[in-house]
């Protein structure tokens, strides 16, 4: 599992974790999904998407990355729409899967990113 160096831990002052500590000892990660974010999130909610698109727009761009060890739960909140796969076949359970952000859709989603 790759562990990206200098990425956030979590949003700070939170519990809303952006990254794991190990890999599962079964060697699969935890399926990406499709959530649906509602128009009545909660404000903390909200934060926590925009400080994580930030953070992997400060990481990686618009350049294809490994999921590693990005948490999947944060990670599906985006999935699908600002975070696409970047390979096909696309194993979703996979740490070694790559994924890419969508900029166009991103910069809709989060117009708040700088330098996006």
């Known amino acids: 599992m790759q562990k990206h160096r200098g990425f956030p831990g979590r949003l700070p002052g939170t519990d809303f974790q952006f990254t794991i ?13 499709e959530r649906v974010r509602y128009a ?22 618009d350049q294809p990355f490994e999921r590693g060890n990005l948490d999947a739960g944060r ?9 696409i796969p970047a390979e096909d076949p696309f194993d979703p359970k996979s740490y070694d899967a790559l994924l890419q952000i969508d900029v166009n859709v991103a910069r809709v989603s989060f117009p ?3 330098g996006m």
């Open 21 to 33: 500590r190990r890999a599962n000892k079964d060697g699969v990660a935890t399926a990406l999904t």
């Open 40 to 61: 009545d999130r909660r404000p903390p909610d909200k934060r926590a998407d925009a400080a994580f698109m930030q953070a992997l727009w400060d990481q990686f761009a």
């Open 75 to 83: 990670l599906s909140w985006l999935f699908g729409r600002e975070v």
């Open 112 to 114: 708040e990113i700088e």
